[in-house]
Every structure is written in C-alpha cells, then in structure tokens.
C-alpha cells in the first residue's frame, strides 16, 4: 500500500490580514512546517506533495529545503480555488491511498492520521471530524427559522482520507459538471459513496483569523512548555 498526503498551503489568508501567507507566520517556525513534519515522522506516509501559490513557490521551496524533509516528492502550484488546487494535488499523486490535509491545521495528531487512513482502506472514504458543542440556528434576515439537531452535526477537519480511484473520479466528475463543493469530502458524497467519520480532536483548528493564532499559541505553550510569544 502507497501513501500520499496533500497539503493545501495556496489559500489567500484574507482573513488573517498579514502581509504574508498565513502559514509562513511562526509558531517557533512556519505554520507549514508543523503540518509537513506531522506527515514526514508518520510510518504510513510514503509521500508528500505541497501545492501552494505560484507567488509563493520560491519562498516554499526555500523553506522546505532548510527542514531537509524526505517524504516531499513534489511542490506544485495550485489553483484559483481550493477545490481547484487539491484537484492539482490529486492528480499528481501515483497511490493507492490520499489524504488531503489544509496547511493551516498544524495541530494534526499521529493518532488522526493512522484512524484516517484505517477508515480509508475499509470504508474508501474517511474524514476527521469532532461533534459540535454549541447550539446552531438556522436563520432567514436575522430571525431564526428553526433549531438544528445537534446530535446529528459534526465540524468536519482535515485530514480527509479516499482510496486513489474514488477521489480521483470525484474531483474529474466535479471539473466535468462545473460542481464546487465545501471540501473534498463532498465531491465524494455527490457520487452516492459513503464517507465514514473519524473521530479527531478540537485541537486541530484551522488558523484562519489573528484570533486563531492566538489559540494555536496558548496549545502549544501547553503542549511544549518551552514556547511564548
């Protein structure tokens, strides 16, 4: 069985309001590289394929060479959007299993990973997930129409997990009919194939905001002990 995880790092991080891609801001070092080194030390990983921006390509590929990773086969460039560079990824990848992780999670555990990729080869399609705390309502113009069930609700996460021939056909069928979807995840559900959840931890956020960073900071002083900002 061969391995490849995706790492989306070609997102735009207009939300985070820095002058550069989120995921080169440092916790003790770039973003990127806690994600990378989550994949790189995991057994059942045998490859790495990075896709980010076509403006970021230079500074990425310098980062990379500094950590000496063995795992990355490739850094290509993505798309316009995420859907458009995971399908990049997708179809650079020669394995029997991909996972397709965003850059800005770099709180991934081994644990999430080894579950995903188990659910994966059982089911042929797995995503890390954890149940929703709060309350959610669903509102038309600022009143709410009706209270969703929140036993039924899950915060999907990354990494999301596919044999090779499902995502593969999901992401050429989307391209095809002209159909965007929210994640990967969803592409395959489109086609009728059954997604199993996986579950992961609340830990695994995805740094999107100044806000965001902040958390990620305060985990990881928990975490290492050794680390403030």
């Known amino acids: 069985m061969k391995t490849t995880a995706i790492i989306l790092a070609a997102g735009k991080a207009k939300r985070m309001m820095a002058n550069k891609n989120k995921l080169f801001l440092e916790l003790r070092k770039p973003i990127l590289i806690h994600a990378i080194e989550a994949f790189e030390n995991h057994k059942l990983i045998n490859e790495i394929i990075i896709v980010v921006n076509k403006k970021d390509l230079e500074v990425c590929s310098k980062i990379v060479e500094k950590n000496i990773f063995k795992k990355i086969q490739k850094i290509i460039v993505g798309g316009e959007t995420r859907q458009q560079s995971s399908y990049n990824g997708v ?53 709410v129409k009706n209270t969703l069930d929140r036993d039924a609700l899950w915060i999907a996460q990354t990494p999301q997990t596919f044999k090779a021939d499902i995502i593969k056909k999901a992401h050429e069928a989307a391209k095809r009919d002209g159909f965007f979807g929210k994640d990967d995840s969803s592409l395959v559900e489109r086609l009728g194939y059954k997604v199993r959840i996986c579950m992961g931890h609340y830990e695994n956020l995805k740094i999107t905001t100044p806000d965001d960073l902040v958390i990620a900071k305060h985990i990881f002083k928990k975490n290492n002990g050794d680390y403030y900002d």
């Open 91 to 143: 179809m650079e990848a020669d394995s029997d299993i991909i996972l397709i992780h965003d850059g800005a999670r770099p709180l991934v555990t081994e644990d999430s990973i080894t579950n995903s990729i188990k659910d994966a080869l059982n089911y042929g399609a797995s995503v890390v997930a954890v149940p929703l705390k709060e309350t959610i309502k669903k509102v038309d113009k600022c009143f």
